[in-house]
């Protein structure tokens, strides 16, 4: 395995080798059930076999593994949702590194600059009468409204109140949602299913000082009984970057569904 | 599960609730880890499955589960089963419906989609890291992952944490929105 060594290179050979066997079907059935309690129970190695994997789908994506490898690899590869995903991210990503997709930004770029010196040229005679003042006798035309343009796509973010169990203190990592604070924000909070036909109040709030930023109420569910969610939309800048609690209750049932955004611009 | 089953299963892994919390985030982490090895629809999903069953068995008996991570091990191992399982009877299913499902074209533009949406929400260094990183391929890739980090200062393990930082937050995005009802309902309309 002399090439992947060189690819797979700063991780110990023998997780590598561990992992490739494992996912390849290779051990005994004494060896899976070794391996597989090592990754639930042992933190240090379910986190290198987390690295190795990605080196190796990374590597798998590139065509840079030796050959049996690759093949010891393909069913796995094919079978699992995770290492598709992967997969398609990685290739995805490559062709939108490629030089021939910067040549398409470069000529995109020119194309640009050619009609901005279009604008240029046609805005000419503008600016020349501007530097010559009117006549006195012409009437001064009022300043024009210049309407706002258009709103964005709203950004998204998908929350789960199953998974805030109960009125506790929430014990998941908040997971942290990059927003545009200039667009409106879409809050999608997916239900359990026995609560599809209920009718809910939001309020949106600081988890630091449990200062509201917004509240609605009256809100239906939509979808599928089996995946019930509420929607409500919060104007551009409503949120900026910190932790929020969205608090959800119906007669009878409050959740708390806790979450970070991160404004990136 | 009910708050009362996770506060007992917050209690057998650690009498200190912030402990207890740390703990339950890694084994979460753990078994992700350990779902994602296996050909299964949704590792996330069924972390949250085996650690629900270890709750309800721990609130019913909290004399059985000595060892909660142990206990969990035959949980995910037997979820593992259920798994392999229905996707044995949804591959039937499949073989059936083969001819009216998508063609994989639709599914790729739904993905270059998704993440040059998911790229945009980005952060710009961590956009240009991965743009950067996957520039070059074959033989020039490891000389160009040292120019990378010396041109960032960093070493380059350093780099590669810093890549895997940065996919895991924008395969989430992708996944995420995969998720979001609303987005695929728009997708199949």
Known sequence: MKQGEEILDGFPQDVNEKLVAYLSRDLSANQREAFENRILEDEFFSQQIEEAQFALLEAYAEGSLPPEVHE????????????????????????????????RVRSATLWLFAAAACLLFAALPWVFLRRHPSPPNVAKLEPQHVPAPAATTPNTILLVAERLRGAGPPVQPLETFPIEG???????????????????????????????????????????????HIEVILPAHTLQSGEYMADVETPGDLFHVPFRVHETK | VDAATFQALLLALDPNHDKAAQDYRRLHERLVRFFSLHPVADPYALADEALDRLARRVAADPNEVITPSAFLVGIARHLLQEEERRRIRESKAAQEWAPVVADSSSEDEDLHRRLERCLN??????????????????????????????????????????????????????????????????TRR
């Not at chain 1, 398609?88 to 490629?98: A, H």
């Open chain 1, 72 to 103: 010891r690899l393909t069913p796995w590869a094919a079978s699992s949702n995770y290492a598709r995903e992967h997969l398609s991210i990685t290739r995805r990503l490559k062709k939108l590194s490629s030089p021939s997709a910067h040549r």
């Open chain 1, 182 to 228: 200039s667009i409106p924000l879409r809050l999608q909070i997916v239900l359990p299913a026995s609560h599809s036909s209920n009718t809910y109040s939001v309020v949106v709030r600081h988890i630091t000082n449990s200062r509201p930023v917004a509240r609605f109420a009256g809100i239906k569910t939509q979808g599928p009984a089996q995946t019930p």
């Open chain 2, 121 to 186: 929400t980005m952060r710009k260094e961590q956009r240009e890291l991965l743009i950067e990183y996957y520039r070059s391929t074959g033989r020039q890739k490891i000389e160009h992952h040292r120019e990378l980090a010396a041109k960032l200062g960093i070493t380059l393990n350093a780099l590669r944490n810093r890549l895997m930082r940065a996919r895991k937050e924008l395969d989430d995005c992708v996944r995420r929105s995969r998720r979001d009802v609303s987005s695929t309902e728009s």
